[in-house]
């Protein structure tokens, strides 16, 4: 791997595979499967059903296999501190901070004052809030977390 270049998805599977001591043939589907499986779903918006059909796994393995796929690639990501330094560093005047609502229909939890936590008033409809930190160029360079555990 060349120096600066970031680790494939299915590479970083791997290591939290091992990480976890998962014997090999343990899974329905390797690493590089389930690292098509998460990158369509965020490239095409495929549903979890179509990917389950696709990969021969049930709805909840797609389910879980999505879930582990998203913890990892959120693991590796820089924080805002890094991403700033990386600016910094690279000499950009600015940065850009955009944001999206990712529709879903899958989520809902009540807040404190009995509001559903997962509803966009603005979009009219369920969704997490997905930022992203980028460089003048639009190159995405840190994803703010939300404070907390």
Sequence with gaps: MSAGRPPSLARLLRGHREQLGTRKGTRALGVFKQAV???????????????????????????????????????HAPDLSTALERAVAAGYTHLNLDGTVIRTDRVAAAG?????????GKHKHHGGNVQVTAAPDGWPLGFPRPPGP
């Design 37 to 75: 499986l998460v990158l369509r779903w965020f490239v095409d918006g495929t549903r979890l059903v179509q990917l389950a059909r696709d990969n021969g796994i049930s709805v909840p393995t797609a389910y879980r296999y999505l879930h582990e796929g998203l913890t990892v690639l959120a693991d």
């Design 112 to 120: 404190p004052n009995g509001a559903d936590l997962w509803w966009s």
